[in-house]
């Protein structure tokens, strides 16, 4: 089909619409384009640009993240799909632009990662994907998995698992399945996070209180626990929760910056508590991470005197 076709130019036109205006070699040259012609578009200061091996962007300029998206895809092949932090920018699920961009691919194939591409080659291609168009990506545990398997800020594994589980994006069990059945490299953050969002565990700070409190070797606390009066009355839902000391302890992140219609829930929360026998303490995450000293002494003290006194009626249910 002659370059200068209307067939030619309609189908290169189609396909450029179809993938953000990013296109392969072998693609351009299906459309009817001839290497003469394809090498005229990328010549220096042409209206195209290389973004990988055989991969161009037919417009001047830097390429958006989708573009990004679609070179990384076209550089894995056929089937690839998109996972760790690019697939998590792609659903929805995070705002930050990836600083890489992961591409599963099956375990025969041999591409190599590239500029801003990671190749994954893997046994376990998703079954199932999210489609935008054209491009695919893996549905949020597996991304979240595979975005996790590769941090290595603890912190910051917390931060991306009970951040998505805290607000729905992908149920704990989901989470939990895919660690069992992915790949075990990499793979000891994320099990410590899922364990401590099992067990309750919603934000950094209060994963950084917890590992504070193993290192003193006090109780471990219920995390978000659920607590009820007697008679059945919701009383709250405190960061931490002792049991058999009748202590609450509150991670407060705003203390000092919190608006007022939050510091009066705050305090009323904190009157609700103390009004049922709770013994109810507050730290902020600066207090944990540069005075844990003074934060277990009264911790340690306060739990003393809580279990030295009869127990508050109060039942707990653990965190769901």
């Not at 189609?14 to 990328?42: F, M, T, W, Y």
């Not at 009383?235 to 931490?240: L, R, S, T, V």
């Amino acid at each position: 089909m002659p370059e200068d076709s209307g067939p030619a130019r309609t189908a290169l036109a189609a396909k450029l619409r179809a993938q953000d205006n990013v296109i392969s070699r072998e693609q351009a040259l299906a459309c009817g384009l001839s290497p003469r012609a394809l090498a005229h578009r990328v010549r220096p200061g042409g209206p195209w640009r290389r973004l990988l091996c055989g991969i161009y962007l037919a417009q001047t300029g830097a390429p958006s993240v989708p573009q990004q998206e679609m070179a990384a895809l076209l550089h894995g092949g056929s089937g690839s799909v998109l996972t760790g932090p690019a697939a998590l920018r792609g659903l929805g699920l995070s705002a930050a632009e990836p600083g890489r961009f992961d591409v599963l691919v099956p375990a025969a194939r041999r591409p190599r990662s590239a500029a801003f591409v990671t190749i994954r080659r893997t046994t376990r291609m998703p079954q199932r994907v999210i489609r935008e168009g054209s491009r695919f990506y893996a549905l949020p545990p597996r991304a979240l998995a595979d975005a996790a398997r590769f941090m290595r800020d603890l912190g910051e594994v917390r931060a991306l698992i009970a951040g998505a589980v805290q607000r729905g994006d992908c149920p704990l069990q989901a989470l939990v399945r895919e660690l069992r059945q992915g790949q075990t490299q990499n793979s000891a953050r994320l099990r410590q996070v899922l364990g401590e969002v099992a067990a309750g565990i919603r934000s950094i700070a209060e994963g950084d209180f917890l590992d504070l409190i193993k290192r003193a070797r006090l109780p471990v606390p219920m995390f978000n626990a659920r607590l009820y009066a007697a008679d059945g009355t919701f009383i709250a839902k405190p960061d931490a929760w002792w049991p058999k000391a009748g202590v609450a302890a509150e991670v407060d992140s705003k203390e000092w910056h919190l608006k007022p219609a939050d510091w009066a829930r705050t305090m009323g929360r904190h009157a609700r508590m103390t009004s049922y026998g709770i013994l109810v303490l507050h730290f902020t995450p600066g207090q944990i991470r540069t005075d844990p000293a003074t934060v277990v002494a009264v911790l340690a003290d306060t739990l003393r005197a809580g279990a030295a006194r009869p127990m508050p009626p109060v039942t707990a249910r653990a965190a769901a």
